[in-house]
């Protein structure tokens, strides 16, 4: 049996059909085409308004490397920078008044270590870590020396516990502290 359909519904059905191939194009090929356009053109955007905070923060390099130097500078003035010929000469400075500190707030120093030394921000930073035993009050003052010291001297962490067997009540107790301290020196001119 066969099917004979009409003029109007063989152009109908042609039509439908040359419809459907035209959406089904639209959807795999030019869809697709106009979202990768709209997508780099948001990208081209974001890209653009990137750029144009870079191109600020470049034009606003000299004025800020100006601050950091008149920083320095202050800082300096200030005796905030330690000065001696090696990182080994400022670690020795930094233990005799660390020791100082310690041994006039009534504690001992049970340790320290060799200084290590860092660049740092465009600085040379030295580190000094103490092992060091006495009441609160040592502690207090060794803290209170950091902190007033001249040039400056920084606390880069530090660690309190107390005594394990420690069981008299009529002396205040003793606490161990283990402290690193920094100093900043000068980055050597290039």
Same mark, same amino acid.
């Given at each position: ?9 063989? @152009?109908?059905?042609?039509l ?8 089904f ?14 997508? %780099? ?19 606003? &390099?000299?004025?800020l490397? %100006? ?24 670690a020795?400075?930094?233990?005799? @008044? ?11 120093? &049970? ?10 921000? #465009?600085? @040379? &930073?030295?580190?000094? %870590?103490? =092992? ?21 001297l920084?606390?880069? =962490?530090?660690?309190?516990? #107390? ?5 008299? %009540?009529? @002396? ?5 502290l283990?402290?690193?301290?920094? =100093? ?7």
């Amino acid at each position: 049996m066969t099917w004979t359909l009409s003029r109007p519904v063989r @152009r109908a059905l042609a039509l439908a059909i040359l419809a459907l191939i035209g959406l089904f194009a639209w959807s795999l090929v030019i869809g697709p085409l106009i979202d990768l356009s709209r997508d %780099r053109q948001s990208d081209i955007l974001a890209l653009t308004e990137q750029l144009d905070r870079l191109e600020a923060v470049i034009t606003s &390099k000299p004025e800020l490397e %100006r601050q950091a130097g008149s920083l320095q500078a202050q800082l300096g003035t200030a005796g905030g920078f330690w000065d001696g010929a090696s990182p080994a000469a400022i670690a020795a400075g930094i233990q005799d @008044r660390l020791r100082a500190a310690v041994v006039g707030g009534g504690g001992r120093v &049970k340790s320290t270590s060799e200084g290590n030394e860092a660049a740092e921000h #465009g600085f @040379r &930073k030295v580190t000094v %870590r103490f =092992g060091i035993e006495g009441t609160i009050e040592t502690m207090q003052q060794t803290l209170a020396a950091v902190a007033t010291t001249s040039p400056a001297l920084f606390v880069d =962490g530090f660690t309190v516990a #107390g005594a394990a067997n420690e069981s008299a %009540r009529d @002396r205040p107790p003793v606490l161990n502290l283990d402290l690193n301290i920094a =100093g900043y020196m000068r980055a050597p001119r290039s």
